[in-house]
């Protein structure tokens, strides 16, 4: 019943920016943790950060420094800000809500339908 709505992928230039929003239809997504996971042209999906309900946050050493991840629960949504972009960071991106902010994708109850990011040299 909850629908996740990934958003702003694009295509960026290596070292810039992009910020990528995920909206939830549920009422209750103030209680629950958010993730953002990759998956790269022939590789498996990634975990890429985290967001608790508190907004404490984890990240993948991948994307530590350079990536940002938030929330507004008044406005039912997670941000995954992109700095320092990498052509290895070029991906489809997904969201995920579930109980915990952990790197396991099987601990998520709900997923959105990914956005693109693609990152030239």
């Known amino acids: 019943q909850v629908q996740l709505v990934e958003s702003g992928g694009a295509m960026a230039q290596a070292g810039g920016s992009l910020r990528l929003s995920c909206a939830s239809s549920?009422?209750?997504?103030?209680?629950?943790?958010m993730g953002w996971f990759r998956r790269a042209p022939g590789k498996e999906r990634e975990f890429v950060a985290a967001i608790q309900r508190s907004g404490e946050s984890t990240y993948a050493d991948s994307v530590r420094g350079r990536f940002t991840i938030s929330r507004d629960n008044a406005k039912n949504t997670v941000y995954l800000q992109m700095s320092s972009l990498r052509p290895e960071d070029t991906a489809v991106y997904y969201c995920a809500q579930g109980p915990y902010a952990t790197p396991r994708p099987a601990a998520y109850d709900y997923w959105g339908q990914g956005t693109q990011v693609t990152v030239s040299s």
């Open positions: 549920g009422r209750t997504f103030v209680q629950y943790s």
